[in-house]
């Protein structure tokens, strides 16, 4: 496993993205920041349209919500490497289309493009959403296990954690002390990805 850790900043955090991106300084293993594409993705989804169009516009869109986090001061790239010490946003949109690994389906979102760079580059995946996990028959599910569906992440996703045995978390973005807590080693609330 490399040293670091892959986290996917989800679109929904978009209006407390600062202070998710606050708590980075507190983090002490380097990180690459996939961004979701939020409102810019929906925007895309709305045109209804599939197909390869439909895809690299919602990776583009990824790349647009990638500039907006990084107006809060990290740096972007558009390599899928894991920077030395701190973090940086991956820009997926460049490095995607020359590589274009995956699939072009809406089963695909940016929550299987983050699996599939940790994957890639061989470390744990942290999905920060705008709720705490997976809940089924009102109980959080502390594990998410292969075939168990949910709207909270991609239909794909599960199964590129799989395929790369890649140790995976969702947390609540909402509550950005969770992120800083489970890199330190404590129990948190959130929904583990098998």
Not at 163 to 183: D, F, M, S
């Amino acid at each position: 496993m490399t040293e670091g850790v892959v986290i996917k900043i989800g679109g929904s955090l978009i209006d407390v993205a600062e202070d998710i991106l606050h708590e980075f300084g507190e983090i002490k293993t380097p990180a690459l920041i996939i961004p979701g594409g939020g409102v810019f993705a929906n925007d895309v989804r709305d045109l209804g349209i599939d197909g390869d169009a439909a895809h690299w516009m919602a990776v583009a869109a990824m790349d647009q919500y990638g500039w907006y986090l990084s107006t809060f001061g990290l740096k972007t790239t558009s390599h899928c490497t894991m920077p030395e010490s701190g973090a940086e946003i991956f820009l997926p949109y460049t490095f995607l289309r020359e590589y274009d690994p995956l699939p072009h389906s809406w089963d695909i979102t940016s929550d299987s493009i983050a699996a599939w760079v940790a994957g890639e580059l061989g470390c744990q995946l942290i999905l920060l959403k705008s709720v705490d996990g997976v809940v089924t028959n009102g109980k959080l599910l502390p594990e998410l296990t292969l075939g168990t569906t949910t709207d909270v992440i991609d239909p794909c996703c599960v199964q590129i954690l799989n395929k790369y045995h890649i140790k995976a978390v969702i947390l609540n973005g909402r509550k950005p002390k969770r992120l800083i807590q489970y890199l330190s080693g404590e129990n948190v609330l959130g929904t583990r990805l098998q």
